[in-house]
């Protein structure tokens, strides 16, 4: 079983830059995808990014693209999401996930992922 922790989060002006990064505990293997959501009260969870762990591919919402980037170090088995330019809009609780998944219908739907981290708390000011 794998677990995440999850760590980076805080507050920071808009415009700003924030890099969150999620550790695992348990194998990761090759076939994992790690995606990465967020959640504000009363909304449900929505899809931020997403990288296959053995890499070449990564998924960005139309929101963050070009803004976020998603990477992952195999040798320290932990995957970052870096944020750059901050919105207030991006003021959300981040979570990381990873399932065992090879295909690319299912990475945009926190269903489709097994384990989760436990969030942190983002929040981009005015």
């Known amino acids: 079983q794998v677990q995440l922790l999850e760590s980076g989060g805080g507050l920071v002006q808009a415009g700003g830059s924030l890099r969150l990064s999620c550790a695992f505990s348990?194998?990761?293997?090759?076939?994992?995808?790690i995606g990465w959501f967020r959640q504000t009260p009363g909304k449900e969870r929505e899809f931020v990014a997403a990288i296959r762990w053995s890499g070449g591919a990564d998924y960005y919402s139309n929101s963050v693209k070009g803004r976020f980037t998603a990477t992952r170090d195999n040798g320290r088995n932990t995957a970052h999401l870096q944020m750059n330019s901050l919105k207030p809009e991006d003021t959300a609780v981040y979570f990381c996930?990873?399932?065992?998944?090879?295909?690319?219908?299912?990475?945009?739907?926190?269903?489709?992922?097994?384990?989760w981290g436990q969030g942190t708390q983002v929040t981009v000011s005015s």
């Open positions: 996930a990873a399932v065992p998944y090879s295909d690319v219908r299912g990475i945009f739907s926190p269903r489709t992922y097994a384990e």
């Open positions: 348990g194998r990761i293997g090759s076939n994992y995808v």
